[in-house]
Each structure stands twice: as C-alpha cells, then as structure tokens.
C-alpha cells in the first residue's frame, strides 16, 4: 500500500453514563450532524425501556448492551469468485465489524418499525432485541443460517 493506514480516532465516552459504546451508537444514530438530538434520542429510548421493563433486575443501559450483544453477528458470507463461479464465502467477523454492524442493524430495524417516534422505536427494537426477537436478530440468524449452509465453500477464504 502507498498511504500509511489512518490514525484510529478517539471516541469520547458519553457525558451520562461515560461509556464508549453508547457515543459510538449515538454516532450511528446521528442524522445531519445533530448530535445532540441523537443523544436525546437514545436516552429518551433507555427511560422508555426502564419504565417497559420495571420487573427487571438490570439498568436499561445493561438491557442495551445485552440487545446489543443479542444482534452481533459472529459469521458473515464475502462474495469470492473462483474460476468463472462466485461463491459465498463463510468469514469470521472482526470485532469492530462486529459491534458496528450490531449498531447499525438496530438502528435500521428500529427505523423501520411502525411507532410515534424514533425514541419509541428504539425502545421497542431494544427490548426485542433483548427477547431475542424482532427484526436486528432476525437479520443475525440469517446471516449466520447462510454461513451455515454454504460451510462447503470456508476452503475459499482469504
């Protein structure tokens, strides 16, 4: 490669519960560089999610992290083309793939969820997320149902 790879930037925890993640997600969540409507957003989510799951012995911002976890995919399919074939290629995910395609499936799914707003949708995909329901974790079984069957092809990897 001619270019040096580009410095890896800080992330700055978030000024509420000081966490890594939960700014990464807000800058996922993040449309037009209104950050702060974003943080807003996603705390309104996790009040909402504290008042739906008050039986709980956990924080929301562990019910978060557990959806979270509950969505992140462990194998993808890579298109690789052999001979005149493409096959779909079975590979492990990085773990900063992981997370940000977790991050980024919860976010889409909860766009596309029917609601009032986006911090109702969000709730809601969290807490199915959480249940091992709903359409993030959906997408993960899929994922990994079609690294599964096309395990024949892992002796393509590159």
């Known amino acids: 490669m001619r270019k040096a790879k580009p410095k890896k930037r800080i992330i700055l925890p978030d000024p509420k519960f000081g966490d890594v993640m939960v700014t990464k997600f807000v800058n996922n969540l993040m449309l037009q560089g209104k950050k ?14 504290g008042q739906r799951m008050k039986d709980s012995e956990k924080t929301p911002l562990e019910i978060f992290k557990i959806a979270l976890e509950n969505v992140t995919p462990q194998v993808e399919v890579k298109s690789r083309r052999v001979g005149g074939a493409t096959f779909q290629v079975p590979t492990e995910v990085r773990p900063e793939r992981k997370q940000s395609l977790s991050m980024k499936n919860l976010i889409l799914f909860a766009r596309k969820r029917s609601g009032k707003g986006m911090s109702e949708k969000l709730a809601a995909e969290i807490i199915a997320a959480y249940n091992q329901e709903g359409g993030a974790f959906k997408r993960k079984e899929d994922m990994h149902r079609m690294a599964e069957a096309n395990k024949a092809f892992a002796h393509f990897r590159f």
């Not at 702060?36 to 909402?48: E, G, K, M, Q, R």
């Open 36 to 49: 702060s409507i974003a943080f807003d957003i996603f705390y309104n989510a996790l009040d909402i999610v």
